[in-house]
């Protein structure tokens, strides 16, 4: 039995009791917020409730705790747990650089502690749909992946709006995106290309575009906007494009709707000659066959962010390997980083051999 105490009960300490309470092997024995109130909410029986992470550190029953608090404090909460013999799951972002993160590494290992991060979202039904598409070949020989996900409300809340306590969206959703990037794509980093803007908020990101270039040839578009607006179907949810020579892929949403479009025949070229169409003289854009194009329809994924639990638990039994691996998480960050010092230069970040 894994016995858990989570740190920070605001909206994930709550969502986190709620998939501990649903995972076989696990209990959750304390939990801990400076804010009492938002402890009165807590539906696991008999759960302990403190107001000091060190007294929560202090109970030895809990052997693993969940460092749920603001991004800037990951660092420092991180260093207590492993000092008390804890293993660890953080949220995410882990850190606030490279640099903070190898400190993290470090006294973990110096402490024997497990330690991993809490990227749930490779577990998205959208994601796993669309992973299974290109690790599958459906589509041939793969050139672009875009990754798109838009908002209506524009402003953010709490202290996500401050950066000094590393609020913005890239920190929020960017490290998801560009995990699920990294992690479909099995080939290294090549450049990293960005612009990072706050649009209507103050102080923190609320847009960001990313083209990441990897050494396969594969180009990685990933856009976010809190305040890009538009009025189709599903339009503020998740959106994926993945493009290769065999045919193209599309889906909307985080409950996946879409289709895989591939073609019947190509059209042959003829040099030298003009074909005129109502968009002037082409053939690549003009009116195709109503036979040309067919649809298949996605294959859809079955996953549940549960699932991050389960095999931290298997793995843990030594059944299985973790699935988060702390190499990828740094290379994350490492892509996090270039993003910020792109966007600020205005430059292409090259690695040179890769990353």
């Known amino acids: ?3 858990f105490g989570i740190i920070g009960f605001g909206y994930m300490g709550h969502k986190h009791e709620l998939k501990i309470a649903q995972t076989e092997g696990m209990e959750l024995v304390g939990i801990c917020d400076i804010d009492e109130s938002r402890m009165d909410d807590a539906s ?8 000091s992470a060190d007294k929560l550190l202090e109970n030895e029953d809990i052997d693993t705790v969940l460092i749920v608090v603001e ?3 990951h660092r420092e909460m991180v260093e207590k747990a492993a000092k008390a013999g804890k293993n660890i799951i953080c949220e995410k972002p882990v850190a606030l650089s490279v640099k903070e993160y190898d400190e993290m590494i470090e006294v973990c290992e110096k402490y024997g502690v497990g330690f991993t991060i809490h990227h749930q979202r490779r577990y998205d039904k959208d994601y796993r749909t669309m992973k299974t598409i290109y690790d599958q070949n459906t589509l041939g020989n793969v050139y672009t992946i875009q990754s798109m996900l838009y908002g209506v409300n524009g402003n953010m809340h709490d202290w996500h709006v401050y950066k000094k306590y590393g609020g913005g969206m890239l920190y929020d959703w ?12 099995p080939s290294k980093v090549e450049s990293v290309y960005a ?19 990897f050494q396969n040839n594969i180009r990685a578009e990933i856009e976010l906007g809190t305040y890009f607006l538009g009025d189709k179907e599903n339009w503020f949810e998740h959106h994926w494009f993945i493009g290769g020579d065999k045919g193209s892929a599309y889906s909307d949403g985080f409950f996946p709707k879409g ?6 025949r190509l059209l042959t070229n003829v040099p030298g000659e003009t074909t005129m169409t109502f968009a002037g003289p082409t053939r690549s854009f003009g009116q195709i066959d109503k036979d040309i194009l067919i649809t298949e329809e996605l294959p859809i994924a079955n996953n549940e962010q549960i699932e991050f639990f389960e095999n931290y638990r298997d793995a843990r039994e030594g ?14 960050m490492q892509v996090l980083e270039a993003v910020w010092e792109s966007s600020e230069k205005n ?5 040179e051999g890769g990353l």
Do not use: A, C
């Not at 960017?174 to 794509?185: A, S």
């Not at 612009?195 to 270039?213: A, G």
């Not at 390997?321 to 290379?331: L, Q, T, V």
């Open 319 to 332: 059944k299985t390997e973790f699935i988060i691996k702390n190499s990828e998480i740094r290379r994350v």
């Open 174 to 185: 960017g490290v998801h995106l560009i995990d699920q990037i990294l992690w479909m794509v």
């Open 195 to 213: 612009q990072v803007r706050n649009v209507i908020n103050f102080e923190v990101d609320d847009y960001f575009k990313i083209d990441i270039k």
């Open 44 to 51: 696991t029986p008999g759960v302990i409730k403190y107001t």
């Open 71 to 73: 991004n800037h404090k």
């Open 1 to 3: 039995m894994i016995k």
């Open 347 to 351: 430059e292409v970040i090259k690695f």
């Open 259 to 264: 289709k895989i479009v591939k073609t019947t």
